[in-house]
């Protein structure tokens, strides 16, 4: 009953538009100290679940994406891409998985990937003939490997939370990806 009345008071302090770090932060401090944890408990174990080193990879990683997008490093990536392909026929739909093969190994982010490579492929894609559904269905496809491809945001935070290897879980993501990004090449091929 107590974590239902948790539940419902984190809600309520996110539907008034609190910020979502203090509408979990406050009902939880209050839960402990209602169930007898000193304030120095509460607070040291509040202090712990922020103070993880392997946590600080993922704002590292969304910084380096975003330096990435905006020093040109994606359009960069794209047109050596499309050097390789450009004898082949519907050259951008591999252009397009490759380049974010590429970019996941630099971001982790889907939405950083999704960003970058968006802005320079759908358009790309669109002058050469491919329907614009196509070419945003396999940019936001092609995107998802970031999460599974290392160095995974996702990754890196189920690691730090369930404490195993980060490394293991990057070398056994690696397989993961490289099979999806062989599925979106077999679609661009059957396209």
């Given at each position: 009953m107590t974590i239902a009345i948790l539940i419902i008071a984190i809600a309520i302090l996110m539907a008034i538009r609190v910020p979502v770090a203090l509408s979990i932060l406050g009902p939880s401090l209050v839960y402990m100290l209602a169930t007898g944890n000193s304030p120095g408990f509460t607070m040291r174990i509040a202090a712990d679940g922020i103070a993880s080193f392997p946590l600080l990879a993922v704002p590292l990683f969304i910084l380096l994406g975003t330096v990435a997008n905006y020093s040109g490093v994606a359009d960069r990536l794209f047109d050596f891409a499309e050097s390789l392909f450009h004898r082949v026929t519907g050259n951008l739909g591999y252009v397009n998985v490759m380049a974010s093969v590429g970019f996941s190994w630099m971001s982790g982010s889907a939405l950083a990937d999704?960003?970058?490579?968006?802005?320079?492929?759908?358009?790309?894609?669109?002058?050469?003939?491919?329907?614009?559904?196509?070419?945003?269905?396999?940019?936001?496809?092609?995107?998802?490997?970031?999460?599974?491809?290392?160095?995974?945001?996702?990754?890196?935070?189920?690691?730090?939370?369930?404490?195993?290897?980060?490394?293991?879980?990057?070398?056994?993501?690696?397989?993961?990806?490289?099979?999806?990004?062989?599925?979106?090449?077999?679609?661009?091929?059957?396209?």
């Open positions: 999704a960003a970058a490579m968006g802005k320079t492929l759908v358009p790309a894609m669109e002058r050469a003939g491919f329907k614009k559904s196509f070419a945003t269905g396999l940019t936001a496809s092609s995107s998802l490997i970031s999460p599974v491809m290392p160095p995974s945001i996702p990754a890196v935070i189920y690691a730090s939370v369930a404490a195993v290897s980060t490394g293991a879980l990057f070398a056994a993501s690696v397989l993961p990806a490289l099979l999806l990004a062989g599925a979106l090449l077999v679609v661009v091929a059957l396209y």
